[in-house]
């Protein structure tokens, strides 16, 4: 109790310090209390992040070159140590950090050793909040498997106190642990989410976890990586049969649900089909969506810039992650056939009549795109990417295009390869005054599990199973359908999967468990392209096209040691349990 007294406030010091403080909760209240319950689970879904950050993973594949750096060189030319890990260990990719991703299972390990103990009543809210943090911790072990191979299983939070040394469990228990943890989160959670819930894990999000997850541990690198380490890989004996047959089962699970679909599956023609793919990606929800990340405008805190980090410099964007030449190649003509830079017809027009999603993930010299800014209204006034290196003019002037590092406005921001990326990209939003947009960003969609399926058929010898799965993404694309046997095959499907996966977290982990590292992981080149015309801003008058392989952008050397990432020093230092990835 207290008192005001001739001005000075008398008080019962006993009362007061029986007080809760008003800006702290206790621990028991947090774990008695829905509300702050489902707050505290929020919080670990935010530690998932997305793959808009700046430097994008494609930027350490065959997909893109990142122009800026930022610690990625280290990497792609194989330098990378324990102590230096470049872009890996900064904020460039703290989705994937080793500390951050344990720091996300630990609090998701808060959850689950807390609600057994809660007064709550409603089980149904006990038992989605216990499987959405069984989900959880399945994805981020999920992304220590994709990076390092076989970790330690931590399933409980540790204390200050506490010895945090742990061995590394091999890659086969982690493999199990995960499966396990998904198995679990879809028997507790609902099959889909209602718009109220809309970024929630369900039931076919932990299932489509468990497909990609088992198909993984059936591919090469975990029976012959170059190590031999069963704490990266399986050991001798493992049935790599029955490793696919699992692999088929779950994505076929995911397919028996019927409640994912292609989106729009079946376009009329090609603009359509290209359209189609863009608007995919667009989407606030789609029927293809199995989970995903949805972003606010208002919070732009959470890096939503695509358009600004990865468009023209004709723009004011800042290119980022763009696309390389041996991408471009890999785009199928419409008919189906290889592209071939010997075949004139080909050589002479090389951006016509490819598979539609080429113009839905890459824009490229010729582009249509979004109204110029002010600036450059006068130097392009019909929207079109000029990333051609010159324009020769009727008296021998020699220009360079808008969005090229020799172009007039943010040259320093121009692409070196000439292309720059579409896809993901909302073209109603002015990226150049850093709005952010409000695309989400698709963890889980129902064509990957089409590709687990089909990968999981070729393996078994199943291959009609392969080609049904395969050409229902054909037919969305308005591709013919895949015919082949056999290695041809193999190749069709790996094509497929590099065209309709790109740029979506999928390619870096692909080249490495299907070992064609080697072969791929080679320095890359753009194009250069030179034309000549009446005017810069006259496209109408453009003739005379010369395209030509540009000269190596950038040296990347492969080592065997880049399958796995090294664990940092400190956490080395830090558990002398722990157990270094080879190489390193």
């Known amino acids: 109790m207290c008192v005001l007294t001739l001005g000075v406030l008398a008080c019962d010091v006993n009362s007061l310090l029986d007080q809760k403080p008003l800006d702290q909760i206790s621990e028991d209240a947090v774990w008695n209390d829905p509300p702050l319950v489902e707050a505290y689970v929020n919080e670990i879904y935010w530690e998932m992040y997305h793959g808009y950050q700046g430097t994008m993973l494609a930027g350490a594949t065959d997909e893109a070159h990142f122009i800026h750096g930022y610690g990625t060189a280290e990497f792609l030319q194989a330098n990378i140590t324990p102590s230096n890990l470049g872009a890996f260990?900064?904020?460039?990719?703290?989705?994937?950090?080793?500390?951050?991703?344990?720091?996300?299972?630990?609090?998701?390990?808060?959850?689950?050793?807390?609600?057994?103990?809660?007064?709550?009543?409603?089980?149904?809210?006990?038992?989605?909040?216990?499987g959405e943090a069984h989900f959880l911790r399945a994805f981020f072990y999920h992304q220590l498997l994709r990076f390092y191979g076989g970790v330690p299983l931590i399933t409980e939070p540790y204390g200050l106190d506490d010895d945090m040394s742990a061995a590394r469990n091999s890659f086969k228990e982690t493999v199990d642990f995960i499966v396990a943890e998904a198995d679990k989160a879809a028997g507790m959670l609902p099959l889909t989410r209602s718009d109220s819930e809309l970024g929630r894990a369900s039931a076919g999000a932990a299932m489509a976890l468990k497909s990609r997850v088992l198909l993984y541990a059936a591919s090469d690198l975990y029976h012959d990586n170059p190590s031999g380490n069963p704490e990266t890989g399986y050991t001798s004996g493992q049935d790599r049969t029955q490793m696919w047959r699992d692999a088929k089962n779950a994505a076929q699970a995911v397919m028996d649900l019927n409640e994912y679909s292609l989106f729009r599956p079946s376009p009329a023609n090609d603009e359509e089909a290209t359209q189609n793919f863009i608007d995919l990606f667009l989407q606030q929800n789609s029927e293809e969506v199995i989970m995903q990340k949805y972003l606010l405008r208002k919070h732009q805190w959470m890096g939503n810039y695509p358009g600004l980090e990865n468009g023209p410099n004709g723009y004011h964007n800042w290119a980022g992650n763009t696309p390389i030449q041996a991408f471009i190649d890999d785009f199928r003509m419409a008919d189906g056939t290889e592209f071939d830079w010997n075949n004139p017809a080909h050589a002479s027009d090389p951006y016509a009549n490819r598979d539609p999603r080429f113009d839905a993930t890459v824009l490229h010299d010729g582009s249509n795109w979004r109204q110029r800014p002010p600036d450059a209204v006068g130097l392009d006034p019909h929207n079109i990417i000029q990333s051609f290196r010159e324009i020769t003019l009727p008296d021998g002037t020699v220009l360079p295009g808008i969005d090229t590092r020799d172009g007039p406005i943010e040259d320093w921001n121009g692409s070196y390869t000439s292309y720059y990326l579409r896809k993901f990209i909302d073209p109603t939003v002015a990226h150049a005054n850093g709005t952010t947009q409000e695309i989400p960003w698709i963890y889980f969609r129902y064509g990957e599990i089409l590709l687990n399926y089909a990968e999981a058929s070729i393996e078994l010898g199943e291959e009609e199973d392969a080609r049904n799965a395969l050409n229902q993404l054909r037919e969305r694309a308005h591709m013919p359908d895949i015919t082949a046997s056999g290695q041809a095959l193999i190749d069709e499907y790996r094509n497929e999967r590099r065209v309709e996966m790109a740029y979506e977290e999928q390619r870096y982990f692909d080249i490495r468990r299907w070992m064609i590292a080697p072969d791929v992981h080679t320095s890359i080149r753009g194009m250069d392209i030179y034309v000549e015309g009446q005017t810069r801003a006259d496209r109408s008058s453009y003739t005379n096209y010369q395209y030509e392989v540009s000269p190596v952008i950038q040296e990347r050397v492969w080592d065997d040691k880049l399958y796995f990432l090294p664990i940092t020093l400190e956490e080395i230092n830090r558990n002398d349990q722990l157990t270094q990835n080879p190489g390193y």
């Open 89 to 130: 260990e900064n904020d460039r990719y703290e989705n994937f950090e080793w500390g951050s991703l344990y720091g996300a299972i630990r609090e998701a390990n808060v959850v689950l050793s807390k609600l057994p103990e809660s007064t709550i009543e409603d089980q149904q809210f006990i038992d989605q909040m216990t």
